[in-house]
Nanobody, 116 residues
Framework: QVQLVESGGGLVQPGGSLRLSCAAA?????????MGWFRQAPGKQRELVAT???????NYADSVKGRFTISRDNAKNTVYLQMNSLKPEDTAVYYC?????????WGQGTQVTVSS
């Protein structure tokens, strides 16, 4: 089991920015995991936001391209999601995910609310 702890969510006005962090337990080889951010809005299915592979390749949902940036610090076992130009439709619970081979782990989620 891999423990993931998200932080950085909150309330922000449209056009604003937030940076989410996800720290993984220290007893894993963090660098081999594909790390991802997903989100789930009320009444909707969980959807992929961005991923970062072990070779640092990144992938983004079309809805966030150009606004969000995923990055990772393997020395700190941490993945980040920088979110700029936030829109009300970005409001959701954001979840961190760690994936390697057949194993996948989730954080508890952090709420992001974009509202004036």
């Amino acid at each position: 089991q891999v423990q993931l702890v998200e932080s950085g969510g909150g309330l922000v006005q449209p056009g604003g920015s937030l940076r989410l962090s996800c720290a993984a337990a220290r007893n894993i080889i963090f660098s081999i995991y594909t790390m991802g951010w997903f989100r789930q809005a009320p009444g909707k299915q969980r959807e992929l936001v961005a991923t970062s592979t072990s070779s640092d390749r990144t992938n983004y949902a079309d809805s966030v391209k150009g606004r969000f940036t995923i990055s990772r610090d393997n020395a700190k076992n941490t993945v980040y999601l920088q979110m700029n130009s936030l829109k009300p439709e970005d409001t959701a619970v954001y979840y961190c995910n760690a994936h390697f081979s057949t194993n996948a782990y989730w954080g508890q989620g952090t709420q992001v609310t974009v509202s004036s």
